[in-house]
């Protein structure tokens, strides 16, 4: 009975083990991942585009709510009232049409009883001319384009985006590849050396510096794969997708070098959502000035009186042509005038220093450019030094003509060298993206 439970155990803790290595596996099991369909998913999902859309929207409403300067104002209303004053009485009985012989008797009309009203009324009011307001609706217009023109930014913002996540991972992956690479020629020379450590023909600290090598290499390498779960969440926040996908990428991406004869240009989107701001504000002062002018509004007015609760007896209308003008506001209108000229003008100037910002930051990423796209053909030269240097290196070490450190140095000389290839193609293709980006107004 013993023996079978001991069974027993051993086949559930084999099942244990093989679920949680099959748990392990899928939890490291990875998705491949186009940038094309990155961006794709990006751009029509990510929550920074649909806030974008959304104060787009929002203008466009304000634009809307303008049109009240051509449309009519109508409202109904109903009141009920009492009053014994001789003069509201007397008024009732006209507007209800029901004065007689004896309400001029004196006595009557001094010392009246309490009189009932019961009014509907009907309102309508017609905006004819009010300058001011065709202003401020051609201002609410502009707005709509400002925010059409920051929903594009930002469009463009988040494919850039897109592009370094997606061009750090595929970086990710290349370090990870190289340290792999290293571990495993790392991992050879150890058992090299730990077979010539128990011949005698080798000291225990030779054997001890090729662990640390191996236990740094295990260390960068679990960084790495920190680096690349991290890079897949934040791919998926782009996305607007939950996190816990990891993503792999395609082995080579690489962007047109054609795009960096673009030149700086002023039609890029957030440039022309501030100048239309701009345009906004002139419009604005327009209809600050055009205030001073005469507002010219139709209005009309019709009742209905009777002396009982829900009664439609006696009716009459009341309808006329205004003509305002506000002659003088206590230099509140002036003043707004010159507090929009300010904000115009300051506006105006941010839109100088973003203009020159990114002149100097265009001719910075070129620069990063032509850099990392001569550090790439020299860190090629560099990695067939560096192999050759090692693959020396290790025949004599194989033939116990040099020591541990120097065939450990030039390994890891070998793989800082591919190290930094990766990385000057990873800024390459990175300068190339910001430089897109920063030169869309072209497209």
Known sequence: ??????????????????????????????????LNDLIAQATSNNQNIRLAKMDEQIAASNYKQTQAIFLPQAGLSYSALTSNNPLNVFGFKLQQKSVSQQDFDPALLNNPSGKPDFITQLNVQQPILNMDMLYMRKSALKQTEVYQFKTQRTREQIIYQSQQAYLQLQFAYEAQQVLQEALETTKAIYKFTNDRYKQGLLQKSDLLNVEVQVKTIETNLADIKSNIRNTSDYI??????????????????????????????????????METAIASYDLMIKSSKMSYLPKVNAFANYQLHDNAMLGFGSGAYLAGIQLSWDIFKG??????????????????????????????ELNKTYRQYMDADFKIKQQQASIDYAKEAF????????????????VLSAQTQLSQQKLAWSQAVFSKNISLAYYRFLTSGNK
């Not at 240009?265 to 959502?273: E, I, P």
């Open 391 to 406: 693959r020396i290196l290790q025949n004599r070490y194989l033939q116990g003509l040099v020591n541990t450190t120097d």
């Open 1 to 34: 009975m013993i023996k079978s439970y001991t069974r027993f155990f051993q086949i559930l803790s084999l099942v244990l083990l093989i679920t949680v290595a099959q748990q392990s596996d899928a939890q490291d099991s990875t998705m491949l991942l186009r």
């Open 236 to 273: 998926n926040q782009l996305m607007n997708k939950p996190t816990g996908v990891v993503y792999s990428t395609e082995t080579a991406i690489s962007f047109n070098d054609r795009s960096v004869i673009d030149t700086f240009s002023t039609n890029r989107a957030d440039f022309k959502a």
């Open 331 to 360: 230099n509140a209108t002036k003043t707004r005038i010159a507090t929009q000229k300010l904000e115009r003008n300051k506006m105006e100037e941010d839109l100088n220093k973003l203009k020159e910002e990114s002149r100097v």
